[in-house]
């Protein structure tokens, strides 16, 4: 009985065991699965540095091309007639919550649109974040994550200019 019992507990614990590795492990080529991605991330948030592209339009009145915002160190941005909107940490839809609530005061039904502006290479700030890449790299600093929330090690490597001639490949 004692042996019968431990013979089982080996099963279970190799069996355990095998499920585990198996979660672990993760194709190169598997990209961000979208219904992880939509559980647990509600997009990216304005923080400071990033730009904008923001309009206002309301019933009656003429329709305008978007401007471009810029939002300052202390996470605000200043629009005509309502002023300063803090808007650091806020989705893009908290924003335009947010700027409506504060036009209904001047205007009928105001409807807002935001989107971010981004150039990858231009010197901006990316709204999906950054990464440090430090250590034997051509260029080390930050390498800006990219709109698909894709950024893998091997591509931030590449971004921070790839490895020095000293560095050891074997060791990433």
Known sequence: MGKLYSHIMLLAMLLGMVGCASLLQESPEQGVDADV????????KVRP??????SVTATGTQGQAAKQYFVDADGYIAMELVGQIKCDGLTLVGLQQKITAAYKEFFLDPHVTATFIYQ???????PWGTVTVLGEVNRPGPVDVPSTMD???????????????????TNI
């Open 37 to 44: 991605l939509a559980t647990y991330f509600d997009g990216p």
């Open 49 to 54: 540095g990033v730009a904008l592209a923001i």
């Open 151 to 169: 950024l893998r090690v091997t591509r931030a490597l590449q971004l921070a200019g790839g490895a020095t001639g000293i560095a050891d490949k």
């Open 120 to 126: 990858a290479g231009g010197g901006m700030v990316s």
